[in-house]
Nanobody, 128 residues
Framework: QVQLVESGGGSVQAGGSLSLSCAVS????????MGWFRQAPGKEREGVAM????????DYTHSVKDRFYISEDNAKNMMYLYMSNLKPEDSAMYYC?????????????????????WGQGTQVTVSS
């Protein structure tokens, strides 16, 4: 069983920065993908960024490339999302997720439907 706990959300003005953290417990290894997803009210869940745990593969949705950076610290069992140049459209509940690598995830690593484990979320609000 894998448990994920997010922290670090908050309110910031447009152009500002925030860092999100995800504390990971359980049997996550290099055969897992981990990612950050977000969902704004009235909108579908969106994959923001992901990485292969213990590896170098990462992927980002187009709208956050060059603004967001995903990373992990295996020694601390943590995953992070550094967000810079934030925009009002980045406002959403952000979720940490993890799942064993599947053929479907290899094809579309930002597809949340194949991620098995989810955190409770942390709110990010960006004001203009």
């Amino acid at each position: 069983q894998v448990q994920l706990v997010e922290s670090g959300g908050g309110s910031v003005q447009a152009g500002g920065s925030l860092s999100l953290s995800c504390a990971v417990s359980g049997a996550v290894n290099s055969n897992y993908y981990m990612g950050w997803f977000r969902q704004a009210p009235g909108k579908e869940r969106e994959g923001v960024a992901m990485l292969r745990y213990g590896g170098t593969f990462t992927d980002y949705t187009h709208s956050v490339k060059d603004r967001f950076y995903i990373s992990e610290d295996n020694a601390k069992n943590m995953m992070y999302l550094y967000m810079s140049n934030l925009k009002p459209e980045d406002s959403a509940m952000y979720y940490c997720a993890a799942g064993p690598v599947t053929a479907k995830l290899v094809r579309n690593p930002l597809d949340g439907t194949d991620y098995k484990y989810w955190g409770q979320g942390t709110q990010v609000t960006v004001s203009s």
